[in-house]
């Protein structure tokens, strides 16, 4: 059972009892490593969902929460996720500037240590170590300011077949639909939501963000901040091979570099409270760079810190006010790393804006370019080495040419739990559809569903 109380920020959360010494064997603390991380999972996201929809005027109850982002999720989280106390704080009602605003979410998980806590700040939530203490100066989320997105909206063009399909079964037995949001010729002509969800109410993209950092590396380009053939600066000085990995090749998921879990795994920056600088940039090199290819968050992280000098005079921020996508959150660690890999939060209608910004190659609506000319087939080109299967892969995006039915220059973002921006040029078309889908369930069969919706769009 999830317990809830509303505190103020000051307030001392689940004081722990002193240490107890003790030998543990490698079982007992991976399982007390699992607690932790779970405790962790639990406040990020019952932080981030909360302060990020409040942020766009909008609200989400605890039990949605729990019932779409708390459940289904990688094992062995899934069964200690829920059943951990929790206190939400919010800042007194005082009259002050942050009075009722959301303060932090405080999981306990462990006697002898301090909760897991997540913290408002600038940029949606952050994620404080195991064992760490509330910063002393906090920031609440940045307010949204004027809700009009500028969609044109024609859900006349699309009929209500399509959506009923996508919130039912017919694209995955257990898939758990909560958007869809289908662009044709730069207006929604499909725009549909699950109980609980809306146009205001974001939700994680996970490894979406992978696309969206690679669209900030081309902002970069366009300004003239870096070229996609500069080193990222990883290695320890001249004469490590590290150096010679390049922006591109970190795009491309093409590093070569070694981790000690599956490249999707990074547990202990996603929920651990570890820092992108003490865990994404020291690994080895196994192979040449550019020469095999293995997902790794790690790598696209490593790409966006070779641009970071430039968010100081062009932020995230600037980059999605500058088009459109004002619901959108790029959260950090807590020494404010932008986790651009997954950690970030966006509405089914932000991504249909990413899409689009695509579809236009790079140019606003007002005739700016934003990003260099071409840079849409440069992130669909599959010029690196590529994964086994269908799929191909660009530079921070996916490739969709080996699927039948579906257009050659189709491409799309992809993450965790189906998360999904179909791209396809030829056809002027963006597919949003966004999930909660269970960790190794049937997933959501986003080419059947495109080609659905081609079909239908006919």
Wanted: aromatic fraction near 10%; charge should be negative.
């Amino acid at each position: 059972m999830i317990r809830t109380a509303m505190l103020a920020a000051t307030a001392l959360f689940l004081a722990p009892f002193p240490a107890t010494a003790q030998s543990l064997s490698q079982d007992e603390l991976q399982a007390r490593y699992d607690r932790a991380l779970a405790a962790g999972y639990q406040a990020l996201f019952l932080c981030s969902a909360t302060a990020n929809a409040e942020r766009n005027g909008a609200a989400r109850r605890e039990a949605h929460i729990a019932e779409w982002e708390l459940t289904g999720i990688q094992q062995p989280l899934d069964e200690i996720v829920g059943d951990l106390p929790y206190q939400v704080a919010r800042y007194p009602d005082n009259g002050q500037p942050f009075a009722g605003q959301l303060s932090h979410v405080a999981v306990g998980w462990a006697d002898d240590m301090e909760p897991r806590i997540a913290y408002t700040t600038y940029n949606g939530c952050s994620l404080l170590p195991m064992g760490g203490d509330l910063p002393d100066r906090r920031q609440i989320p940045r307010p949204v300011g004027d809700l009009t997105d500028g969609w044109q909206v024609d859900a006349d063009v699309l009929g209500q077949g399509i959506a009923l399909a996508a919130f039912g079964d017919r694209y995955g037995e257990d898939a758990r639909t909560s958007a869809i949001v289908i662009v044709q010729d730069g207006a929604i002509v499909r725009e549909d939501y699950a109980p609980g969800f809306g146009p205001d109410i974001p939700q994680r993209t996970w490894s979406v963000a992978k696309s969206i950092a690679a669209t900030l590396v081309g902002a970069a380009v366009q300004r003239g901040d870096v070229a996609v053939t500069d080193s990222t600066g990883l290695g320890v000085g001249e004469g490590d091979p590290r150096n010679a990995i390049t922006i591109d090749h970190a795009l491309r998921m093409a590093t070569g570099r070694y981790t000690d879990t599956p490249g999707n795994r990074t547990d202990p920056q996603y929920f651990g409270g570890a820092t992108v600088d003490e865990r994404a940039t020291d690994w080895p090199l196994v192979h040449p760079p550019g020469t095999v290819w293995r997902y790794a968050n790690n790598d696209t992280l490593v790409a966006v810190r070779a641009v970071r000098d430039g968010f100081e005079s062009f932020a995230p921020s600037g980059f999605f006010a500058s088009v459109g996508m004002d619901h959108t959150v790029a959260e950090t660690d807590w020494q404010g790393n932008f986790i651009l890999s997954s950690q970030v939060w966006s509405t089914a209608r932000d991504l249909a804006r990413l899409g689009q910004l695509h579809l236009d190659d790079g140019v606003l609506p007002d005739g700016t370019r934003i990003l260099p000319e071409d840079w849409t087939d440069y992130v669909s080109a599959p010029s690196g080495p590529q994964p086994e299967g269908e799929w191909g892969y660009g530079a921070g995006w996916w490739i969709m040419s080996g699927f039948d039915g579906i257009p050659d220059d189709a491409f799309a973002a992809r993450g965790n739990r189906g998360q999904y921006v179909v791209v396809i040029p030829s056809e002027g078309v963006v597919i949003v559809r966004r999930g909660e889908d269970p960790a190794g369930g049937s997933g959501f069969d986003i080419a059947a569903f495109t080609r659905d919706v081609l079909r239908a769009l006919d």
